[in-house]
């Protein structure tokens, strides 16, 4: 059965550091997102990406983040210069059209020093 | 605003005995309601929606709009429902999801 997958499955960056997170959506997916999920806290929307631009984002998904989908079948994260705050456990989502179930990615955790 | 509300963190019920799960929201536009699930050290997966109408591993939930509540019931636990529960809603044409906090479910063998 296919798979979201996000690599890797750990990141440890010093505070102020670019981090770039990757995501590998379903192949014939149109829709990919970003979630985070702070340690003890929500799951909470950052973005969503359709037709190579982003469709929606939350007032989290502020300057220092961007994404990006290189190559047709990566999805990235970048966070540009992190800070402790954006620890978090961050997954990557896709779906195939308007109404279709989300299928999410066993996750990246990522600790900010 | 959309918000989700799961009011209870924790939940733990004898294997055998009922199950619910409570889930409430607020939102003005027509929402659509989940339910996903995550067992120990697996990915975030969708248990149900309420369009489907669907039972998935004995489980049920109806959308109220009446009461805003979207309660996931099973009437028998099973050990192997262990696991955090997700209540989330969009809206009909946008696939952005809204969670709530998440019920961690143990059943008692």
């Known amino acids: 059965e296919p798979e979201v997958t996000q690599t890797p499955s750990h990141q440890v960056t010093q505070m102020g550091q670019e981090v770039i997170l990757r995501c590998v959506p379903i192949?014939?997916?149109?829709?990919f997102y970003w979630y985070r999920q702070i340690l003890g806290q929500k799951v909470e929307f950052l973005v969503s990406f359709y037709n190579n631009e982003i469709s929606e984002k939350s007032e989290i998904f502020d300057d220092q983040f961007s994404v990006e989908r290189p190559d047709g079948s990566n999805f990235t994260l970048k966070i540009r210069s992190t800070k402790l705050e954006d620890s978090a456990m961050y997954f990557c989502?896709?779906?195939?059209?308007?109404?279709?179930?989300?299928?999410f990615g066993q996750g990246t955790r990522l600790t900010v020093v | 605003a959309q918000r989700v509300t799961q009011p209870e963190k924790l939940l733990s019920v004898f294997k055998g005995a009922p199950v619910e799960l409570k889930c409430n929201y607020s939102y003005s536009g027509s929402p659509e309601l989940f339910w996903y699930v995550q067992y120990s050290r697996q990915r975030l997966q969708l248990l149900l929606r309420?369009?489907s109408r669907e039972s998935i591993k004995g489980f049920t939930a109806d959308l109220n709009k009446g009461e805003t509540s979207f309660h996931l019931k099973k009437p028998f636990a099973q050990e192997e429902d262990s696991a955090m529960y997700y209540c989330a809603l969009s809206n009909f044409g946008n696939e952005k999801l809204t969670f709530g906090t998440g019920t961690r479910l143990t059943i008692i063998p």
């Open positions: 192949s014939n997916h149109l829709y």
């Open positions: 309420h369009i």
């Open positions: 989502a896709s779906s195939r059209g308007e109404g279709t179930e989300a299928f």
